[in-house]
């Protein structure tokens, strides 16, 4: 982290996890394990916890989000949500890239583009997903491929939109599996985001940009991982299930 650069964010993603019932409990207990976070705190909820969600929330510093959204304003597309429906629900991060979503629902980088884009006109901050697969690691192709996903992602972004997207580096070898990337190659790839972003905007926008870290972050490997100069903070799915181990990871990135 460099909290005197840019914020640290610590956003866990719930995925399909927690009824609404459920998410006013767990919003409940982990509201006071957090207070007194300096880094900020957001939750990414499935749609239907969305306004339970954010009454659970209402008064602390726990931030509330989306895991998709669609580019459309509104239409015959039946499943999805566009950014004027979710603007009522007080929520304001939405998560657009994530790999679940590019390897179970054919998600691309053009469809990822409109997501990013639809987000930031509907005002709402995004948490774009980038990483690449283990054949993709084991081949040598790692950078190129967060480069080619970052490039995609923002075309059409504005640096000034720029302000409001954090980017998440998620490798998908270490989403749920337990193996987490080390310190160190996580640092390396957020690094290496940060010299994309400094080619595509200016160096000062890219300082100014919050690059997590997600995959298998947990309470035990968290501080480590938020030491990093790079590691400006989690994208956390497991363990945010589990309020005290997430207010841990929270207490991680408050650190100084
Ligand atoms: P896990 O923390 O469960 O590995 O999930 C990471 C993730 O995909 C967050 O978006």
Redesign the pocket.
């Known amino acids: 982290m460099n909290t005197a650069l840019r914020k640290t964010v610590i956003?866990?993603?719930w995925?399909m996890n927690n009824t609404p019932s459920e998410t006013k409990a767990m919003i409940a207990e982990l509201r006071p394990l957090v207070a007194d976070a300096t880094c900020d705190v957001v939750l990414?909820v499935p749609y239907v916890d969305v306004f339970a969600a954010v009454e659970a929330a209402a008064g602390s510093n726990i931030k509330i989000g989306v895991e998709n959204i669609h580019w459309a304003e509104k239409g015959a597309y039946t499943g999805e949500i566009s950014a004027k429906m979710l603007a009522e629900t007080g929520a304001e991060y939405v998560?657009v890239g994530?790999?679940?979503r590019r390897q179970y629902f054919n998600e691309t980088d053009k469809t990822v583009n409109l997501r990013t884009k639809a987000a930031l006109a509907g005002g709402f901050k995004v948490i774009l997903?980038v990483g690449e697969t283990l054949d993709q690691r084991r081949s040598g192709y790692t950078f190129e491929v967060v480069r080619h996903q970052t490039a995609m992602a923002l075309t059409g972004v504005s640096a000034d939109e720029l302000k409001n997207v954090i980017i998440?580096y998620?490798p998908v070898w270490?989403?749920?599996?337990?193996e987490?990337a080390t310190d160190e190659q996580a640092n390396e790839v957020n690094c290496y985001i940060r010299k994309v972003l400094a080619d595509l905007y200016c160096e000062n926008c890219a300082n100014a940009t919050t690059i997590q870290y997600?995959?298998?972050?947990?309470a035990g490997n968290a501080a480590g991982l938020l030491a990093q100069p790079d590691v400006d903070g989690?994208?956390?799915?497991?363990?945010?299930l589990k309020p005290v181990d997430f207010s841990v990871i929270v207490k991680a990135g408050s650190a100084e």
């Open positions: 956003a866990g993603n995925k990414c998560i994530h790999s679940e997903c998440a998620e270490a989403i749920g599996t337990g987490t997600g995959g298998s972050m947990n989690g994208l956390i799915g497991g363990a945010s």
